[in-house]
């Protein structure tokens, strides 16, 4: 049916001929099949190298322009809606963190946590199991112990370092470490290692004590 195949090709490409997305005019002759859909572009521009783009390629990213706005725009209110609540006499916050170094940013985000709270007073811990224990590890790094192979990827160490020297305790489950083969001796500084049946007694020893408890879990 040639004569419906044309009405489409003149429908998708807006003309008689051409790679979708073109016009063809008499001026410019629709490319044969095996011909590029557009002259290569000049690839450096400001001294960047950039990709040759098609001309429907061309089309589609200038189609919807974007970014659409400017990096440092403002796009959230800056509200608290809840008081920056300070600790009262006596008062303890506790963590449990049951998540994977780098593959579960809460374990990141918990210690970030728990070093706010510390700074607001409260007495403040964190308790690693499970895959958690590979948190505290001070042997991550690439090539060799301490170098990141990628941004951030201390930022785990760094923020258990900094909680650890403004008072928090950080507890690590020796089990926890034991599931993966790592060692004791490769814990971070100030980590306090613990006997894998103190998960369950150091729950009910901080609820005793009247702790906000807050428990982050990930597989």
């Not at 006499?89 to 918990?110: C, D, K, M």
Request: include cysteine; charged fraction near 20%.
């Amino acid at each position: 049916m040639p004569g419906f195949w044309a009405k489409v090709r003149l429908k998708v490409t807006g003309g008689t001929g051409g790679e979708p997305g073109t016009v063809a005019t008499d001026a410019a002759p629709a490319p044969s099949e095996n011909a590029p859909a557009t002259a290569p572009r000049d690839s450096k521009e400001n001294g960047m190298t950039t990709a040759e783009l098609s001309d429907i390629e061309q089309k589609s990213l200038e189609e919807i322009p974007h970014p659409s706005l400017p990096e440092g725009s403002s796009i959230y209110g800056g509200t608290k809606v809840f008081p920056d609540l300070q600790a009262e006499s006596g008062e303890t916050y506790f963590t449990l963190v049951h998540g994977i170094a780098h593959e579960s940013s809460v374990s990141f985000v918990a210690v970030l946590q728990a070093t706010r709270a510390l700074r607001k007073g409260f007495e403040t811990a964190i308790y690693f199991y499970g895959p958690g224990s590979l948190n505290c590890l001070a042997t991550r790094g690439f090539p060799t112990t301490g170098s990141s192979a990628f941004p951030g990827e201390h930022n785990i160490n760094d923020q258990l370092k900094t909680f650890i020297a403004e008072g928090g305790k950080a507890y690590c489950c020796r089990f926890g470490l034991s599931l993966h083969g790592a060692r004791e001796e490769d814990l971070i500084e100030g980590v306090i290692p613990t006997h894998p049946l103190d998960v369950q007694d150091a729950l009910i020893y901080y609820a005793r004590k009247g702790a906000i408890i807050n428990s982050t879990y990930q597989l």
